[in-house]
């Protein structure tokens, strides 16, 4: 398990984008899986999207169409693209990564501080 710190949120419009980083300690190619994640108040965390080793990702239905999350293996950072973002969007977004197991199970002992967005005109 390697904590990541995410970075890059704020206050967007609706319709609007966001991109959020998050650079990891190391080289990313270390890294099996990671996880981007977001929470809304007095919930738990929800798995919005997960990248895997060969760079394959898998949506929630509820981001799928919009966001895009990629590595840069030269800036050992993974990042997400928000697009067309709605209020709904609006939220506290974390990173993680570690086994394919604990990021679909959100299964860390760790968390970075989180990234607030907010989507709101």
């Known amino acids: 398990h390697v904590q990541l710190q995410e970075s890059g949120g704020g206050l967007a419009q609706p319709g609007g984008s966001l991109t959020l980083s998050c650079p990891t300690v190391g080289n990313i190619s270390g890294i099996n899986a990671m996880g981007w994640y977001r929470q809304y108040p007095d919930q738990q965390r929800q798995l919005i999207a997960r990248l895997n080793s060969k760079g394959e990702v898998n949506y929630a239905t509820s981001v799928k169409g919009r966001f895009i999350a990629s590595r840069d293996s030269a800036a050992n950072t993974f990042s997400l693209q928000m697009n067309n973002l709605r209020p709904e969007d609006s939220a506290v977004y974390y990173c993680?990564?570690?086994?394919?197991?604990?990021?679909?199970?959100?299964?860390?002992?760790?968390w970075g501080p989180g990234t607030q967005v907010t989507v709101s005109s």
């Open positions: 993680n990564s570690g086994s394919i197991v604990q990021v679909v199970g959100a299964a860390f002992g760790s």
